[in-house]
């Protein structure tokens, strides 16, 4: 079967870094998002990989291993209004996008 | 960005009433649409994917009879939820794939209370 699995949640100090993991199997790859949703709203576009390595976008960073499954979402310069879930997602051979459960990150002053 | 809208974003309806949610594409062309469900503190849950001209292709355990989907235009695609009972109230949003058919765009999202 398919699967996202990603930490439940997780707590970071405002001004601080943290790391948000997933790791995936799936029937095929065609690349993998990250997407913020806060409470009551609909999920917001973060980023896209389908190679290795890291994207970089201002305070937010997305790693990709295709070889073992795995990515992660970093956060850096954390503010009060990064408090939200972060949702994981792969597209599979069929272009189908397979949702990770999300991630609620709480960030304390 | 592309923009998708999502209308209306809240809707409160009685056991028994049908509740029709729309999804636009404002500034693009999208053939394609996805509609999601979310309850409360889980992940999104795609019901079904919606093409323009062609009908939906439903997840298995969706009743296409009770939440149909209309993609009429390349615009525009429908979600009623019909004969809505009290276990239907969820978060209900749209997306459609984007012009470069890699990002996918959000509604803002619809949440239907059955009372």
């Known amino acids: 079967g398919q699967n996202i699995d990603q930490p439940t949640e997780m707590t970071a100090t405002e001004g601080a870094i943290v790391q948000i993991n997933c790791t995936y199997q799936?029937?095929?790859?065609?690349?993998l998002f990250w997407y913020q949703q806060h409470a009551g709203e609909a999920p917001t576009f973060l980023s896209y990989n389908v190679l290795d390595g890291l994207e970089e976008k201002g305070r937010f960073s997305s790693f990709l291993s295709r070889s073992k499954g795995y990515s992660y979402l970093l956060l850096k310069e954390l503010q009060m209004k990064d408090s939200a879930s972060y949702l994981c997602?792969?597209?599979?051979?069929?272009?189908?996008?397979?949702w990770g459960a999300g991630t609620k990150l709480i960030i304390k002053p | 960005g592309a923009v998708v809208s999502q209308h209306p974003s809240w809707v409160i309806c009685k056991s028994g009433t049908s509740v029709k949610i729309e999804c636009r594409s404002l500034?693009?062309?999208?053939?394609?649409m996805f509609w999601y469900r979310q309850f409360p503190k889980q992940s999104l849950m795609l019901m079904a994917t919606?093409?323009?001209?062609?009908?939906?292709?439903?997840e298995q355990g969706v009743e296409k009879d009770k939440f149909l989907i209309n993609h009429a235009s390349l615009t525009l695609s429908t979600l009623t939820v019909t004969s809505a009972h009290p276990e239907d109230s969820s978060f209900y949003i749209c997306s459609a794939k984007g012009p470069r058919d890699v990002e996918l765009f959000f509604g803002e999202g619809s949440r239907l209370t059955v009372l």
């Open positions: 919606s093409n323009e001209g062609s009908k939906a292709t439903y």
């Open positions: 799936t029937s095929g790859f065609n690349g």
């Open positions: 997602a792969v597209m599979d051979s069929n272009y189908q996008l397979i």
């Open positions: 500034d693009f062309q999208a053939t394609t």
